[in-house]
């Protein structure tokens, strides 16, 4: 796959290596020739020195070829001109970064493919670690009405050795909740059909709204009661 990158920071730099060891051919375009060098040093990435919102160095870098072209710069203004121009010349899908959640209107009328939110991103999984310390990773989906999360299955819980059919018709299992994935504590990614074991140690990667995501983790954190004397 042909992937341009417009904007050789930080972010830029990392996504080109990732998809660059993955086989994809990768292009980083930078305005700044120390920025775009540094990605031929340092990593060999293809690079390009020029203005990304210029249509002549869009041109010239071939932007209608891309399968891919992803806008990376600062300036959301700035990645609509890049979605803009690689729109025009055929590209044929475009990402952007965008840094203003008040731009997300304006990227979807200006027909860019898919948009990734920084703040909204770093606010959502931030404040789920706040509030939620139990959960391992997570991500707010769509409009932040749910969200994507993993909790490890503690020793003993209740729901240790249970199917994922038994979890899922528990009353206790909220109904605004479903299993998503399972990772065994050997590496296995198990497939929660409803025969699938959860076990002490996995960790369950749940989906959930937002209402209903403390209910799913006190269900799955549950243990037995400890038994009295006498």
Known sequence: MRVLIVGAGLAGINLARVLGSAGHAVTLLDRDPTIASRGFVEHGLATIVGDGTDPRVLRDADVGAADVVAAMLRRDA??????????????????????????????????????????????????????????????????????????????????????VREVGSHPAFPRGAVIAGIAATDGEVIVPRGDAVVRAGDVVLLVARSKDVAAAIDFFAERPPEPTNG
Do not use: C
Not at 80 to 95: D, F, N
Not at 118 to 128: M, P
Not at 133 to 145: A, F
């Open 78 to 163: 700035d990645n609509l001109a890049v979605g803009a121009i690689a729109r025009s010349h055929g590209a044929k899908r475009i990402l952007a970064r965008m840094r203003d959640p008040a731009y997300r209107s304006i990227y979807a009328s200006a027909g860019i493919d898919q948009v990734f939110g920084e703040i909204e991103t770093l606010v959502g999984a931030l404040s789920v670690a706040i509030e939620h310390p139990r959960v391992r990773h997570s991500m707010v989906l769509g409009s932040g009405d749910s969200i994507a999360f993993e909790i490890a299955v503690p020793e003993k819980a209740v729901t240790a050795g249970k199917t």
